[in-house]
């Protein structure tokens, strides 16, 4: 086991090695990640019935409909049917809030009307509930083009999203870009380096056997090169979002998506 | 709890047979996974069990191992006979059974 | 010696440099990979053995027959957890000819239990379609026993692609 892994190890770091020295543009325009799964994991996604994402679908729903919270509120007392009021929304997040002066994401809205108008407690990062809701909400704009703003006050946000994408990090002293923007539709190892898009997230992992978010995927790249990676919900992944969103432009939301 | 989905055809000819599709949200724990922070190994805890009657009668059963997939989809075939119920019932490892119902209408 | 060449000396070592830092990142990947799935190296003892055991307590000493069984497998799958199968047997599926139950087994899993499906004559086709956790590249077993007591088997190897990036 250890000289197979050895010897891919070797293979690996010659190919990465090797195409660190070639300049970038092997970036052959905008896919999805759907684009680089194979036949089976395609077909999972295609049908709804087999796609396990759906279950998250479902979960939302429910606790879109769901009064929780002091102002005796559920999500539909104000947003009505999501169908309608939530249709386009995850094509325009993450955004600038004037108000906290920041970029959010879907889930920080979530939690901020559960805070602000629900007076419930806020759900945590990558919890069952957050994940539901971010799906649900997320899944009502799907087939719909992503299409972030990074104009005005968002553009320091997004220029601190690109900074991080383009900054190498960890042990490895490797950044998004090495892999997802110069060695994408290229092998790692046995693994086949994707352009990193969003536009399906928060995606059923078949790997994680469940939903996950995008910044838990971020936390596990920057894990894997060696990296500490930041908490889920930090400004530097909700930068990040913003910028990977604005690569994935004109891509169509997924969400669930099926992923290796 | 498990929350599981279903998709039968509206309705189906006599004689007829038909793909029936299910899947049900559960963690299918192995048993053999250590937990990161205390290095114990987790409990296995899985559905082991899945019956599908119709009209009150075993149609299909599976018996289920670790090595079934985390959120178990399962689908198989039903040979159209009368109008009326297919009955699900998934078992865990403590006997909890979750159970759902689907009508099937038969044409013909 | 000239700056271009430097330049070019500079970059072949950082890339070796780069290169063994990421076998180092690969071997714990690959490691972590393994682990992952919920076996440890000794536990994945299972084999083709186990498999013959596990048809003798069903069936003893009987020979099963090949055919009849169809094993449609992804060529490689993508990630061990998650392995979308489809299992058919070939049957009329009548009162007097049917299968009544196909058992399935992964050669090389820590435990080779997969499944167990039992068929009536109401199933109409003999046909199954899941999704199974498999450790490593390995065979899948099945063994269908007829109405009749007749008993047919079929092997296919499947290829489980180890890791995948991130966490």
Not at chain 1, 72 to 80: E, I, N, S, V
Not at chain 3, 130 to 157: C, F, H, P, W
Request: some cysteine; overall charge positive; glycine content about 8%.
């Amino acid at each position: 086991m250890g000289k197979r892994h050895l010897g891919a190890g070797l293979a690996v770091g010659a190919l990465l090695a090797a195409s660190l020295a070639v300049p970038a543009g092997a970036d052959d325009g905008i896919r999805s990640g759907y684009s680089y799964m194979t036949p089976e994991t395609k077909g999972m996604q295609d049908d709804d019935f087999q796609n396990p994402g759906m279950i998250w679908v479902d979960d939302g729903e429910k606790l879109w409909n769901t009064v929780d919270g002091k102002a005796g509120k559920a999500c539909a007392t104000c947003h009505k049917d999501a169908a309608t009021s939530m249709k386009g929304v995850a094509t325009v997040y993450p955004k600038y809030d004037p108000k906290i002066k920041k970029v959010k994401n879907i889930e920080w809205q979530v939690n901020n009307c559960r805070t602000e108008r629900m007076q419930a407690k806020p759900w945590k990062y990558e919890s069952g509930q957050l994940l539901a809701m971010t799906v649900y909400i997320r899944h009502q704009s799907r087939g719909m083009p992503m299409n972030v703003s990074v104009d005005g006050d968002a553009i320091p946000f997004f220029q601190a999203g690109e900074k991080f994408y383009n900054q190498r990090r960890g042990l490895l002293d490797m950044a998004c870009k090495h892999c997802h923007a110069d060695n994408a539709g290229k092998n790692a190892r046995a693994n086949l380096l994707s352009q990193g898009q969003t536009n399906g997230f928060p995606v059923y992992r078949l790997k994680w056997q469940k939903a996950g978010s995008t910044h838990r995927r971020f936390r596990g790249c920057n894990k894997q090169v060696r990296a500490t990676p930041y908490k889920a919900g930090s400004d530097e992944y909700m930068n990040l979002e913003l910028y990977v969103a604005w690569r994935g432009r004109g891509l169509p939301v997924e969400t669930p998506a099926v992923r290796n | 709890m498990a929350k599981a989905r279903v998709k039968v055809p509206k309705s189906v000819k006599k004689g007829e047979v038909f793909e029936v599709k299910t899947l049900i949200s559960h963690k299918m724990e192995t048993g053999q996974r250590k937990d990161k922070k205390t290095g114990k190994k987790i409990p296995r805890m899985i559905i082991n069990k899945f019956v599908c009657t119709y009209n009150g009668k075993e149609v299909f059963t599976s018996d289920w191992h670790p090595a079934i997939s985390a959120n178990p989809y399962m689908a198989f075939f039903v040979k159209a006979g009368e109008s009326g119920n297919l009955d699900f019932t998934w078992t865990d490892d403590k006997g909890k059974a979750t159970k759902k119902s689907a009508k099937v209408t038969v044409t013909g | 010696m000239q700056t271009k060449e430097k330049t070019m000396i500079r970059k072949t070592l950082e890339a070796q440099r780069i290169g063994r830092r990421d076998l180092m990142a690969m071997l714990g990947a690959g490691a972590v990979a393994a682990m992952g799935i919920g076996m440890t190296s000794r536990e994945a003892q299972a084999d083709a053995k186990a498999v013959a055991e596990a048809m003798k307590k069903l069936i003893g000493d009987k020979k099963p027959a090949a055919g009849k069984i169809t094993l449609d497998l992804p060529q490689i799958a993508e990630n061990g957890r998650t392995v979308p199968i489809a299992v058919e047997v070939a049957s009329p599926m009548t009162d007097a000819d049917h299968v009544k139950a196909l058992h399935l087994w992964a050669d090389k899993n820590p435990r080779p239990d997969v499944a167990t499906f039992r068929f009536t004559p109401a199933s109409g086709k003999a046909r199954i379609s899941t999704r199974i956790r498999l450790a490593k590249t390995q065979n899948i077993v099945a063994l269908a026993e007829m109405s009749d007591g007749s008993l047919y088997m079929a092997k296919s190897e499947i290829k489980v692609t180890i890791g995948g990036c991130g966490g």
